[in-house]
């Protein structure tokens, strides 16, 4: 009895739901074995964790706006970097570009702070944040365009020479040092808390910050950009083929750097709400934003309406599995690392499920069962721009590889 | 003996997807016989090939070798049977010498290449009458030199049924003619062929039997000698085509495009396109012929703004093209439509829509900041209904089209264009009959309101019969400028291989220079101000 693979050409909407709710579930229920062998009652422990600890809680407003201070620089970089990956350029130098712009946006709160008032503050904060870190993200770009560099391993390695100038900056005592507190004999970030804050709406006891809504703008914004300018059309020729871009007479070098820049400047951008909010710099400001905005954005599909959904789970994750790890002082909050990763794993392992359906051999009805079933799914045709990265690289294979994995098929079987 | 089968296939299918490759196909090969397959794009000829190499496995039927049920698995199982395949596209390593090539797929050959390879693969090679070096490199080879190595590898480990995919397409006429008296002496040999090709003659011309398929079904198996190629194409098709290309005349305009002594880099450097002349008028179309890959990508690129030339001087409607943006020539009305091996990788971004593919050329000239898609709609459903383009709507990537309706796609985009120069390199590559018919009838239409066409052909039956002139190119070079009712296939096929030079011929008419150029003319008027 052996088995083969089938490509899909289409799977209904309701069918993908179905499949990623499965991948997820498994994901929380292998979390749930681990759970138990260190005997924390699993149902307790998610239980917390989705609900943020907000139940029965006096101070939930305070969780919160907790929960929304990670959800915005994680959304914005997760958008920024899927303008980049739509056209093939693979930024995964997200740490770096948001270290430099956070680095931008104290030097503004700390310097001019106390001089100017507050709105023109955080206006230049925001401009010298998102000026630098493109800036920054547009070496790989300028390097990639200029010499053919590979702009993986370029944005990989600014990564490290932005984070260690943070360190340089965090550790160093020194009288230029600006950045850290005069008083203080150990080396300890200064607080621009007092002169610099982020207006936020009160409402109630909930305050919600105004970086919340130009997150949601410039969320829209980008949508729009992608879908229905010029430039958006432009990212996505050169990023399906360079060859045609250049055939239709767009200026691909221009158009790669323009991208690049937007998309570092929008990372800049999340690193000064960040600090603009936090009204301190730290070692750790980035809190992996540049990591996990990536898988965002491959979760989301680069689908911009997407990352909203995607990275509203995975802060949720986040700031859940902190909350429960004061209570479960048995599991520490990396435990959320772990089934980030698992949920990442299966979600992309139901991924061949919508894109394969898995035919025995030699039964013929139920064969064609399923060959009706794909028949009429094609019928609702639904054409997702979304996945196309994904399908791309299966294009790709050549045909060698598609022998092997044939054949290994019919081993498996 | 005599009646037994060397291959038999019986009730085949494989799907792919919602895609139905093949449907219960039955085919059979004599031992010692040439079948010939046919089919159009797309009716599952290579697919089934494929299973019987091994590539794929049915999903249903059986395979029967020399009367006996065959299980193939894998290309390994399928060598064991005796059963070999020459790709479409070869399979060769180009750093690798002719020998080491063979060598290299030989189970037990041991870590120590020996000296004794090269006598071997020679004394094969001698035993079928190929020439072949077997130290030389396969990247020192022409086209035919790499095919016949594919072929002196299938017999090498013992091949008894040879399957050819495609093999005439990157021949010329005279290779074309030594590659059939190989197939013949093969077959004295008893060995069974199976030749696929698009090419009705070859068929005539080569096979015992033709076995045709069509979107995916099995139709007949059918004697050569008792058949015609209108009939064959029938049976392709599913009904009566007519297979004549009308060349009409038409008033002719001055040159439009002028190419003066143009000489243009390859990518390695080399010399491309070197010191070539010729204009196209009006209300013609110029075929340009060669083997594949003498220049004929660069001299489009050059054309169309996207590779730089070496020197030499380009001319449109008297203005100079040299040195202008890709966007530049392109609103000089010279629009390029080139079809490479892969179809898609100039000219289409393959994984958005035909609405945007639409809009690939113009969507710069839409108001604002935003892309006009509802033009770009308007424009795909005028293309996907004057040509036929079987797509389940506009919004469909363009990936997922077959190969001849994204051509029709690319091609249609640079008609909707309103050029009025046209350049199309391989529209009909791979295209079947009626589908090809379809694009030489748009060029023409195209000729007749006044466009000039170059047209870089591969099939010289097609560019006689379609073209008005034909430019010859060999390694770069032009090897005479010919009337398409006056010339041959044998003399193009001579010219081609640089066998024949006719650049001489008329001393008082250097080639490719027009009596009326408008290029004189700006110079002439230089010099009396």
């Not at chain 1, 020194?174 to 300890?188: I, Y």
């Not at chain 2, 005796?82 to 750093?95: E, N, R, S, T, Y």
Request: hydrophobic residues 45%; glycine residues 8%.
């Amino acid at each position: 009895m052996g088995f083969h693979i089938v490509k899909r050409t289409n799977c209904p909407i309701w069918k993908k739901i179905i499949f990623y709710l499965i991948a997820i579930f498994s994901a929380l229920a292998i979390g749930g074995i681990v759970l138990s062998c260190i005997n924390v009652n699993p149902f307790e422990y998610y239980g917390k964790m989705f609900t943020l600890g907000t139940v029965g809680n006096k101070i939930a407003y305070k969780t919160f706006i907790n929960y929304f201070n990670e959800l915005v620089p994680l959304t914005l970089t997760a958008i920024a970097l899927s303008l980049a990956f739509k056209m093939k350029f693979w930024n995964i130098g997200g740490e770096g570009q948001f270290i430099i712009g956070a680095i931008s946006a104290t030097t503004v709160a700390l310097l001019l702070g106390p001089k100017l008032p507050t709105p023109i503050t955080i206006i230049l904060m925001c401009l010298a944040a998102m000026v630098f870190a493109g800036l920054y993200g547009l070496i790989a770009a300028a390097l990639k365009v200029k010499f053919g560099t590979n702009e993986t391993l370029m944005t990989l390695m600014l990564n490290y020479i932005a984070l260690y100038l943070l360190y340089f900056i965090g550790e160093t005592k020194a009288d230029w040092n600006f950045f850290l507190q005069t008083e203080s004999a150990r080396p300890v970030f200064e607080s621009f808390s007092d002169a610099v804050a982020f207006p936020a709406i009160r409402m109630g006891k909930f305050e919600l910050n105004i970086s919340v809504i130009l997150t949601v703008l410039i969320g829209v914004l980008v949508y729009v950009y992608l879908k229905k300018t010029k430039h958006g059309y432009e990212i996505n020729v050169v990023g399906d083929s360079t060859g045609t871009a250049k055939y239709a007479g767009m200026k691909v070098n221009k158009i790669v750097l323009r991208t690049v820049f937007i998309s570092a400047a929008l990372i800049g951008l999340a690193s000064a709400f960040k600090v603009g909010t936090a009204g301190v710099l730290s070692t750790a400001i980035t809190n992996d934003v540049g990591w996990t905005g990536i898988i965002v954005a491959w979760l989301a599909q680069l689908s911009t309406p997407m990352i909203f959904v995607v990275s509203s789970l995975i802060s949720l994750l986040q700031c859940g599995s902190e909350v429960a790890a004061s209570t479960f002082s048995r599991v520490d909050s990396s435990f959320a690392n772990m089934l980030q990763g698992l949920i990442l794993f299966l979600v992309l392992a139901a991924d061949f499920f919508i894109r394969f359906s898995i035919v025995r051999n030699k039964k013929d009805e139920k064969k064609e069962a399923v060959i009706s079933e794909v028949k009429t799914a094609e019928n609702e045709l639904l054409y997702d721009t979304d996945d196309i990265i994904v399908e791309q690289t299966e294009e790709e294979k050549t045909e060698e590889e598609k022998t092997e994995e044939e054949k290994g098929e019919t081993d498996n079987g | 003996m005599d009646n037994q089968y060397a291959i038999e296939m019986r009730g085949i299918s494989k799907t792919f997807g919602s895609i139905q490759a093949n449907k219960d196909i039955n085919l059979n090969v004599r031992q010692g016989e040439i079948l010939a397959l046919l089919g159009e794009n797309g009716s599952g000829k290579t697919t089934l090939m494929n299973m019987l190499s091994g590539i794929y496995t049915p999903d249903k039927g059986s395979i029967y070798v020399n009367g006996k049920i065959a299980e193939i698995r894998s290309p390994e199982d399928s060598k064991r049977y005796g059963i070999g395949m020459v790709h479409q596209h070869f399979k060769l390593v180009d750093a690798f010498s002719a020998a080491d090539n063979i060598w290299m797929g030989k189970e037990k050959a041991g870590f120590v290449l020996r000296k004794k390879r090269y006598a071997q693969i020679e004394e094969i090679a001698s035993k079928f009458g190929f020439e072949i070096d077997p130290k030389k490199k396969v990247y020192d080879m022409a086209v035919s030199e790499k095919q016949t190595l594919e072929i002196i590898k299938v017999l090498y480990y013992g091949a008894n049924v040879i399957v050819l995919d495609e093999p005439t397409a990157v021949l010329t006429v005279q290779e074309i003619d030594k590659l059939f008296n190989v197939l013949r002496r093969m077959k004295e040999e008893g060995h069974s062929i199976i030749i696929i090709t698009h090419k009705l003659n070859e068929v005539m011309s080569i096979s015992d039997r033709v076995a045709i398929l069509r979107k995916g079904e099995y139709i007949t198996t059918v004697n050569t000698a008792e058949t015609s190629e209108q009939e064959l194409t029938e049976w392709m098709v599913g009904r009566k085509v007519d297979l004549n290309i009308n060349r009409t005349v038409v008033e002719k305009t001055r040159p439009l495009l002028e190419v003066r002594e143009l000489t243009i880099k390859s990518d390695e450097g080399s010399v491309a396109i070197d010191n070539v002349s010729f204009y196209i008028r009006g209300g013609e179309i110029l075929g340009v012929a060669g083997i594949a890959g003498c220049g004929q990508k660069e001299l489009c690129e050059a054309i169309s703004g996207l590779r730089p030339i070496s020197s030499g001087k380009m001319i449109h409607k008297g203005d100079n093209i040299v040195g202008l943006s890709p966007k530049a020539i392109m609103e000089k009305g010279i629009h390029m439509s080139f079809i490479p091996e892969d179809r898609l990788g100039m000219g289409l971004a393959p994984s958005m829509s035909i609405t945007d593919n639409m809009l690939l050329k113009k969507y710069r000239n839409a108001k604002g900041p935003f892309v006009d898609r509802a033009q770009g709609r308007t424009d795909a459903e005028q293309v996907i209904k004057e040509l036929g383009v079987v797509t389940p709507s506009s919004e469909t990537p363009v990936r997922r089209l077959s190969g001849g309706n994204v051509q029709k796609v690319l091609l249609g985009r640079e008609i909707k264009a309103a050029p009025n120069v046209l350049i199309t390199a391989y529209p009909v590559r791979g295209l079947d009959i009626n589908s090809s018919y379809m694009i030489y009838d748009i060029l023409n239409e195209q000729k007749k309101s006044g466009v000039g066409v170059l047209f870089i052909g591969e099939d010289l039956d097609v560019m006689i019969a379609l073209c008005d002139k034909i430019l010859v190119l060999c390694h770069g070079r032009v090897m005479g400028v010919v009337h398409a009712h006056k010339t041959s296939k044998e003399e193009l096929g001579l010219m081609m291989t640089g066998a024949l030079d006719l650049t001489d011929k008329h001393e008082d008419k250097p080639v490719g220079i027009a009596k009326d150029s408008l290029m004189d003319e700006q110079k002439d008027a230089k010099e009396v101000e």
